[in-house]
């Protein structure tokens, strides 16, 4: 059966920071990966989508950025966090497109 | 940006009644889905419905869609405690790999 780990759970960074968030799949091959954001009380946000190694399309322009290095491995970093960058992070895959998706635990960023 | 967005913001009933969550949405879709989100957990699917189906039924959930009003609802029937969470509805572009989500319902079943 397929999992999706994501981690950390909390995160407490202070402003400027960097950061990596990291999502791994397993028991399956090629999925669709997504990051989004949710602020409190909120709906999700999305920030990026990958169909593929190394491609990453952007919803958001900010200062976050996505990579792909491996199959199944969609990790979510920024040079500098900024205040406004806190949030509930999830990640989340599917099979293909127009399937359903299998969201992680999801990261609470607090930024400080 | 945010392409389907529910109606109401929040739904307060007691446990046994029936709770109507609406979704409205702006372009074309291949499907729209539903999913729960229990206070600050990941999401969880709940049910998928074609843009060629009119109504799904999954145990208590029924969903409709109406495309030519760009409008779905999600109905729990005989609603319990444990319905509590917030819903969201999500859209499935005809185009593309995004899976665009809503502002959510938070439902509260009282017992």
């Known amino acids: 059966s397929q999992t999706i780990h994501q981690w950390p759970a909390t995160l407490v960074q202070p402003v400027g920071s960097p950061l990596s968030l990291e999502c791994t799949v397993e028991?399956?091959?090629?999925?669709?990966l997504y990051w989004y954001r949710q602020a409190a009380g909120r709906g999700l946000q999305l920030l990026f989508y990958?169909?593929?190694?190394?491609?990453i399309s952007s919803e958001v322009p900010q200062n976050l950025s996505a990579s792909r290095p491996q199959d199944r491995q969609f990790i979510l970093s920024s040079k500098k966090l900024l205040l406004s960058d806190s949030g509930f992070y999830l990640c989340?895959?599917?099979?293909?497109?127009?399937?359903?998706?299998?969201f992680g635990q999801g990261t609470r960023l607090t930024v400080v | 940006s945010q392409q389907g967005e529910e109606d109401p913001q929040a739904l307060s009933i007691q446990e046994g009644e029936n709770a109507t969550m609406n979704c409205s949405y702006k372009t074309s879709i291949n499907n729209l889905q539903w999913y729960r989100q229990n206070s600050g957990r990941g999401l969880v699917h709940l049910i998928l419905?074609?843009?060629?189906?009119r109504e799904k039924h999954s145990g208590r959930l029924r969903v409709t869609l109406d495309t030519s009003k760009k409008s779905s609802s999600l109905l729990i029937t005989a609603s319990r405690a444990a319905d509590t969470a917030s819903y969201f509805c999500?859209?499935?572009?005809?185009?593309?790999?995004?899976?665009?989500f809503g502002g959510g319902t938070r439902l509260m079943v009282k017992p």
């Open positions: 999500a859209t499935d572009a005809d185009a593309g790999n995004m899976l665009t």
């Open positions: 989340a895959w599917r099979h293909i497109r127009h399937t359903e998706a299998f």
């Open positions: 990958s169909v593929g190694i190394g491609q």
């Open positions: 419905i074609r843009s060629n189906e």
């Open positions: 028991g399956t091959s090629n999925p669709n």
